[in-house]
């Protein structure tokens, strides 16, 4: 069959990502999406996607999808691409009314019925490998699809590498996560799910992802860098997993693997706190081996800020693991919030007096804004926290500054933006 994947996208990148002064969320590709795309073209369906990232507007999406004349239409979307989303189905549905068109991604996940209507078929809650398939098989004998459907989680040793070049994938080769990282560069995937509780992205992650949290073996992740050192020679390595450190003998395996096999390439990828403070020697490891970032969420210099987002961390292991990557010539990326809810002046100063102490070789600090179907939404929803205007802002990873909840002194902030110098 003929299948157009959608990514939606926008409400991060916006539209026209690839002007001059677009930044790297334009460039990243969406992993979920290119998992998919692989399963149906190893199962024999003709598939093409339309990164709408790339696009000037809906006018030049609805002139895109007067050429392309599918069987079935797949968009993704996250929860600031809900209203362009629905505008996309509306658009393919009018162009091609005998066309099948299904949602998927984490906002049709956690609110299906927000989709249900405008000309949308079905709506898949969760994973779409195993889903799409069924579905394009449905479609072909002619069988009704359910309104919503339940993917079914993939053995991901069995899911085939993505098809990264569905998008424009030189785009990705060119951008790096870390600041001084070689280019080309590739980002890579290796496990699903997360089994903390931070209320800031739970129980959102867990409702596409569930539970346990699930690893693809090393040996499948070194055999996927090695297609992707042969077709693209990259020169460094961003995992994007949430945790990249949970399971340490998984890491264990991971490294002998990565050494044993020749790779040499610089790797960043995420970890925690207190994981790095229990496992000071598979940091150790993962050192000899190139890795050379880690990315960890310190979030809050407060104590009472880190338990009220159950963090389940400590301010003393924040700064310890800050000396533990220094010691082991690790880099340490540290992303934290201001403007959580209940938040002082006083917690706001502790944030910053815990970064000047770390002196970490990049902060990324940005403004707390919630996310509908984390726990932190429902709180500030139920006692009237979000700001209109902020309902619809962009999510961007990193770096994002704009006021989002009552009650928080934002110029108090912004001063201390800049570093606290003990005054």
């Known amino acids: ?104 991604g984490i906002h049709p996940t956690i609110f299906p019925d927000k989709y249900l209507g405008y000309g949308i078929d079905t709506i898949v809650r969760g994973e779409g490998e195993i ?11 002619g069988a009704k699809w359910p309104d919503i459907v339940v993917g079914k989680k993939p053995d991901l040793d069995k899911v085939p590498h993505e098809a990264r070049d569905l998008f424009d994938y030189h785009r990705e080769l060119t951008c790096t996560f870390a600041p001084d990282h070689p280019i080309p560069s590739v980002t890579m995937i290796a496990g699903r799910g997360c ?19 699930r690893m693809r073996s090393p040996e499948n992740v070194i055999t996927e860098l090695h297609s992707l050192k042969e077709k693209y020679d990259f020169r ?54 190139g890795l050379d970032w880690l990315q960890v969420g310190l979030e809050s210099g407060s104590q009472r800020i880190l338990d009220f987002i159950k963090k389940d961390t400590t301010v003393e292991q924040n700064l310890q693991a800050a000396k533990i990557c220094r010691k082991h010539g690790i880099k340490m990326f540290a992303t934290y919030m201001y403007g959580l809810p209940t938040e002082t002046r006083r917690d706001s100063l502790a944030t910053a007096m815990m970064i000047d102490e770390i002196q970490p070789e990049h902060g990324s600090p940005f403004y707390f804004r919630p996310i509908p179907g984390t726990d932190i939404y429902d709180y500030c929803e139920a006692n009237n926290l979000i700001l209109e205007e902020a309902k619809n802002a962009s999510i961007a990873r990193t770096g994002m500054f704009t006021p989002t909840i009552r009650g928080v002194d934002y110029d108090y902030i912004g001063a201390l933006m800049g570093g606290y110098r003990g005054q």
Not at 26 to 39: D, K, L, M, N, V
Not at 78 to 90: E, F, G, P, T
Not at 195 to 213: D, I, T, W
Request: hydrophobic share 40%.
């Open 1 to 104: 069959m003929k299948i157009v994947l959608v990514y939606v996208g926008v409400g991060v990148a916006g539209f026209n990502s690839d002007r001059p002064d677009g930044d790297r969320e334009g460039s990243w590709i969406a992993h979920g999406i290119a998992s998919i795309g692989a399963s149906l073209i190893e199962a024999g369906h003709d598939v093409s996607l339309i990164d709408m990232r790339q696009l000037s507007g809906l006018d030049h999406f609805a002139s895109i999808i007067q050429r392309e004349d599918a069987d079935i239409y797949g968009l993704s979307a996250s929860s600031v691409d809900h209203y362009i989303a629905l505008l996309s189905a509306m658009t393919i549905r009018k162009t091609h009314p005998e066309c099948r068109i299904v949602v998927g």
């Open 131 to 141: 889903t799409m398939l069924d579905l394009a098989r449905d479609a072909e004998n």
């Open 195 to 213: 089994p903390y509780r931070c209320s800031y992205c739970q129980p959102a992650e867990n409702s596409v992802f569930g539970k346990p949290h």
């Open 236 to 289: 460094s390595i961003t995992f994007w997993d949430d945790t990249f450190t949970l399971n340490r003998k998984w890491v264990m395996r991971f490294c002998d693997l990565y050494e044993s096999e020749g790779f040499t390439e610089p790797i960043v990828a995420a970890s925690r706190a207190d994981i790095i403070c229990r496992n000071e020697g598979m940091v150790e490891r993962l050192a000899s081996i």
